[in-house]
C-alpha cells in the first residue's frame, strides 16, 4: 500500500511527499478504520480521502456543507483525471439523474453531496447496493451543537455508521476544540475512531541554517557539540553517505552509512545498530527513515538541500520524538540550488510538473534564505499560525530590544 499510494500522490496530484499527517491517516483508512482527523487549514485534508479513495477502487462519498465547495473540488479531481461528480441543488434535474446513473454503473470515484441530499431514504438505499468503498465527511464540525457552524443536516450522519457498517468513515476538520472534537467522535462513531489531532509544530526541534562551506568540517563541529548522541546525517548522494561515514569514523565518531545501493544485509545490520545502540551516527540519503521511530535522535543534520520543505519537514521530525531538546541542521549553498534545478529539468516530466517543481524548490529556498523566524515561515507553509519562536537560529541571533510595534501599531492606527 507504501507504493500504491505514493505512486497516486505523484501520478494523479502531482506531489513527491505527503505533507504531515496525511500519510497516517491513509495508511488507517485503507486498514479499515475510522478516522477524525483535525488538521489545520491549508494542512491538505482533501487528499487524506481523495487518495484512499483511489487506491480502494469503489465509490468514496464526500460530504460537503457548500456547494461551491464541492463544485470546485470536483472540477480539480477532473483535471487530474479522475472521475469525480457532484449531486446537488444547484444542479438541474438531468445533471443530478446523468450523475447518478455514472455513479450506479460504476464508473465514478469520487461523489460529492450535500448532507441533505445523501441522507434520504431512497438515496441511502440505492447507494448501500453499490459498491460503497469509503465515507468522507469534510467540515465534520458542523455536526457540533456546540460550534458556530452547526447545521441541522449535519446531524442526521449519525446514522451512516449504521447504513454501511463495513464502510471506514472519515470526518475531516480544523476546528480542534476538546468539546467539538467529542462531539464528532460521539455521534458519528459512537466513540471508536482512530483520531488525530495534527499541529505541525515540533517546539523542541531547533531550527538553523549555515551557509556551506567546509561540509566536512561544518559536520564535525557539529558533531562535537553533540558527543555520545544518536543522530542522522542526511547527504545527497550515496557515494557521499560513504565518505562522510569514513571521514567521521577516522575522527573517532562511531558512524555508519545507510543508501539504497547497499546490499539489503548491510542495510539491516546498520539500522539494526543504529536503532538499539546509542550514540551512533546514521550517514545516509533519503532511503533512510521510513518507518524509523527512535526516540532518542538528538539531531538532524542535512549536508545538502533536501528536495522540498515538506521532505525536510519530514526528515527533521525524526529528531526529538522523545520531547527532549533536539537539533535540525542544515548547511546550505547556492551550489545546491543549481543541483536541484538541474534534476528537475532532467526529470521525465511533463512542463507543467516541472514548473510546479521549480515552484516548489523556491519555497524551500525562501525557507533558507528568510530573515524571519524559521517556524514561522515553515508552518506559515502548511497553513499554521505561529508567534515567533526563539528556537530558530533566526530568533536566537536577534540581539533582544524593546519591543515598539505594539506602540507603533498604537500610534498609526489614530
Ligand atoms: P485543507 O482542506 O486542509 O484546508 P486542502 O486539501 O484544500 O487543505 O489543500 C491545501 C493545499 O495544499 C492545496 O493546494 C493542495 O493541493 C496542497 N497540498 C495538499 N497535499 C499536498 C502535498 N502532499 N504536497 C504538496 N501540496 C499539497
Ligand atoms: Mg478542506
Ligand atoms: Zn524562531
Redesign the pocket.
Known amino acids: 500500500a507504501e507504493d500504491h499510494k505514493r505512486r497516486v500522490?505523484k501520478d494523479v496530484?502531482g506531489?513527491?511527499?505527503?505533507?504531515p499527517g496525511?500519510a497516517t491517516v491513509i495508511e488507517a483508512l485503507l486498514s479499515g478504520r475510522h478516522v477524525l482527523a483535525v488538521?489545520?487549514?491549508?494542512?491538505?485534508?482533501?487528499?487524506?480521502y481523495q487518495v484512499p479513495a483511489l487506491v480502494k477502487g469503489g465509490l468514496t462519498i464526500v460530504v460537503s456543507p457548500l456547494v461551491a465547495l464541492m463544485q470546485d473540488q470536483v472540477a480539480?479531481l477532473r483535471l487530474a483525471g479522475v472521475a469525480a461528480d457532484t449531486i446537488n441543488s444547484s444542479l438541474d434535474r438531468d445533471a443530478n439523474v446523468a450523475a447518478w446513473r455514472r455513479a450506479a454503473s460504476g464508473q465514478t470515484r469520487l461523489l460529492y453531496m450535500a448532507p441533505e441530499r445523501l441522507m434520504t431514504e431512497r438515496m441511502l438505499d440505492a447507494l448501500s447496493r453499490l459498491d460503497v468503498g469509503l465515507i468522507a465527511i469534510?467540515e465534520a464540525h458542523c455536526i457540533s451543537q456546540w460550534g458556530p457552524a452547526f447545521r441541522r443536516e449535519y446531524e442526521d450522519l449519525s446514522q451512516l455508521r449504521a447504513v454501511f457498517p463495513q464502510v471506514p468513515i472519515i470526518a475531516?476538520t480544523?476546528t480542534a476544540d476538546e468539546a467539538t472534537r467529542a462531539d464528532i467522535e460521539a455521534r458519528l462513531f459512537a466513540g471508536r475512531a482512530e483520531t488525530l489531532v495534527l499541529g505541525f509544530d515540533r517546539p523542541n526541534i531547533k531550527l538553523a541554517i549555515e551557509p556551506k562551506q567546509d561540509s566536512k568540517r561544518q559536520l564535525l563541529r557539529f558533531i562535537e557539540r553533540h558527543q555520545g548522541k544518536s543522530g542522522i546525517i542526511y547527504c545527497l548522494s550515496r557515494r557521499k553517505t560513504e565518505e562522510m561515514a569514513a571521514f567521521l569514523e577516522k575522527n573517532g565518531v562511531r558512524a555508519l552509512a545507510y543508501h539504497a545501493g547497499m546490499s539489503k544485509e548491510a542495510r539491516e545490520a546498520n539500522q539494526n545498530a543504529f536503532m538499539s545502540l546509542s550514540g551512533v551516527v546514521m550517514v545516509a540519503t533519503i532511503a533512510f527513515g521510513m518507518g524509523i521511530d527512535k526516540p532518542d535522535v538528538a539531531y538532524v543534520f542535512h549536508t545538502d538541500l533536501p528536495g522540498?520543505l515538506?521532505a525536510y519537514y519530514q526528515e527533521i521530525g525524526r529528531a526529538g520524538r522523545d520531547g527532549r531538546a533536539a537539533e535540525a541542521h542544515m548547511l546550505y549553498g547556492a551550489g545546491d540550488i543549481r543541483t536541484r534545478r538541474m534534476f528537475i529539468d532532467e526529470e521525465d516530466t511533463s512542463p507543467e510538473h516541472k514548473r510546479r517543481a521549480h515552484r516548489?524548490l523556491d519555497t524551500l529556498i525562501g525557507y533558507c534564505e528568510t530573515a524571519q523566524c524559521r517556524r514561522q515561515v515553515l508552518l506559515g507553509y502548511f497553513?499554521e499560525e505561529a508567534q515567533a519562536c526563539g528556537n530558530c537560529d533566526n530568533c536566537l541571533n536577534q540581539a533582544p530590544r524593546a519591543d515598539g510595534s505594539a506602540e507603533a501599531r498604537i500610534i498609526l492606527a489614530s
Open positions: 500522490l496530484f506531489f513527491d511527499d505527503f505533507r496525511q488538521m489545520p487549514t491549508g494542512a491538505g485534508k482533501s487528499l487524506c480539480a469534510d475531516l480544523a522540498s515538506e516548489r497553513g
